[in-house]
């Protein structure tokens, strides 16, 4: 007999099969038996879901130090990225600031040069004719009663009128040319004087030492761009010093040569001639004086210390007289000497002359009746050794007409002290 009997209990059901051997041979028995659990024990679920708990507890603060570990570095990164904006921010602020302070302190004593002149030029037929010009550059005023610093060429000879505007667009008309170096020499430096303030009070720039000057130093040009914006402010570096270059004045395209410069990244443009170079104490250390019209940022200016004896002679003078020795010279650089074949990386070398018109040393000049040669090499200047930071014309421009000094030369191997005595400078 078979019977089925499915009892429930609870929410699940079991069923068993059981084989006996009442009944019929061969026959099978199917029940279903009731499935139960158990009851737990209250302490053993106290302890189940403390367990739990506790595993919860762990997650959760496994979670929270995970989170908080993560948002801390998350903050410190930011507070570092924000830092470092800040303090570039900063230096960038101060930098600017810097600058706009040495434009307001030092754009009072540059001026605005107006130059008329008369140029003659040949025209067909083999005549000359003469045509006026007018031109702009700048100046750098270095006293108070109107004394002014600037470029030879911005005041070339041929020039029948100068005026200046000052910084505030005041224009003073009766301006007088003082003295200019001549076409010839390498230092390309001209006076002008302010005859008239018409009540003006007039600053004068503060002057620097350039020998103090370095390669990478932080410098700044102010000067009249393109002979139109006044008082342009640039920035730059030192980029180098003891600087050759040939220049012209992309007028009469008459070129000259110019030594012992320094070079800068600056930006130099036409009609900033004669202006200052001045470094972040806001002094002169420089006079700019060409840019090199063939590349990106690359000008040029006279270091002041090659003038302070002139400025000095002028300001106690009232005239200009450029000491004179009369020899054209290399500033000698360890790749300079090497290509010329000298034993010695300093000094000033006179070296042989391919040009008959400009010989190296000027026949009846101090150079001359002192016996210098070409081939010498001046190393010293009454014991003072010419290099990269003192040139032969920065140690001569300390000295005045008149004044007998001892020059150290080296000659095929010898060293000999030759006295001459500085005369002035042909007119020119």
């Given amino acids: 007999m078979d019977k089925n009997n499915t009892q429930q209990l609870g929410s699940k059901t079991k069923t068993e099969s059981m084989i006996t051997n009442s009944g019929s041979p061969g026959r099978s ?26 595993v919860l507890v762990l997650l959760l603060g496994l979670a929270a130090g995970f989170f908080g570990g993560w948002l801390e570095a998350r903050n410190n ?8 904006l800040s303090q570039e921010k900063k230096v960038v602020t101060s930098q600017s600031q810097l600058i706009s302070q040495i434009a307001k302190l030092v754009g009072p004593s540059v001026v605005s040069v107006n130059v008329t002149g008369q140029q003659t ?5 083999g005549f000359s004719q003469s045509q006026q010009t007018v031109a702009a550059g700048t100046g750098i005023i270095i006293s108070s009663d109107g004394l002014i610093i600037t470029n030879r060429h911005v005041v070339p000879a041929g020039t029948t009128s100068v ?21 010839n020499d390498s230092l390309d430096i001209a006076f002008l004087k ?9 600053i004068p720039a503060a002057i620097g030492d350039s ?3 370095q390669v990478g130093d932080a410098v700044v040009a102010i000067g009249n761009a393109l002979g139109q914006f006044q008082n342009t402010v640039t920035s730059g570096i030192i980029s180098g010093y003891g600087r050759q270059v040939q220049a012209s004045d992309g007028l009469t395209q008459a070129s000259e040569n110019l030594d012992d410069l320094f070079q800068t990244d600056a930006a130099i443009n036409e009609g900033n001639s004669g202006g ?13 004086t060409a840019v090199a019209g063939n590349a990106q940022n690359i000008g040029f200016a006279i270091p002041i210390n090659d003038v302070k004896g002139l400025i000095n002679q002028v300001l106690k003078t009232g005239k200009f007289v450029r000491p004179f020795l009369g020899v054209r010279y290399i500033p000698l650089t360890p790749d300079v000497a090497q290509s010329y074949g000298l034993s010695v990386s300093n000094g000033a070398y006179i070296a042989p002359s391919v040009d008959p018109t400009q010989p190296s040393i000027e026949p009846g000049s101090p150079a001359a009746k002192a016996g210098l ?17 003192h040139s032969l014309t920065t140690l001569l421009n300390q000295y005045s007409v008149g004044d007998k000094l001892r020059l150290t030369i080296l000659r095929t191997g010898q060293t000999l002290n030759l006295s001459v005595t500085l005369e002035a400078a042909p007119a020119g």
């Fill in 373 to 389: 040669q070409e081939g010498d090499v001046i190393s010293q200047v009454n014991g003072t050794n010419i290099d990269q930071s």
């Fill in 29 to 54: 028995l199917t029940i279903s038996l009731p499935s139960w659990r158990l009851p737990k024990p209250a302490w053993q679920k106290l302890i189940w879901t403390s367990r739990v708990s506790l």
């Fill in 77 to 84: 990164q930011m507070g570092l990225v924000s830092g470092s």
């Fill in 163 to 183: 005026s200046v505007t000052l910084s505030d667009g005041t224009q003073l008309k009766n301006v007088t040319v003082v003295g200019r170096t001549n076409a």
């Fill in 211 to 213: 020998a103090q000057v």
């Fill in 194 to 202: 302010i005859q008239n303030s018409n009540g003006h009070k007039l």
């Fill in 121 to 125: 030029t040949p025209s067909l037929f």
């Fill in 276 to 288: 200052p170079l001045v470094n972040l104490n806001g002094q002169v250390i420089g006079i700019n």
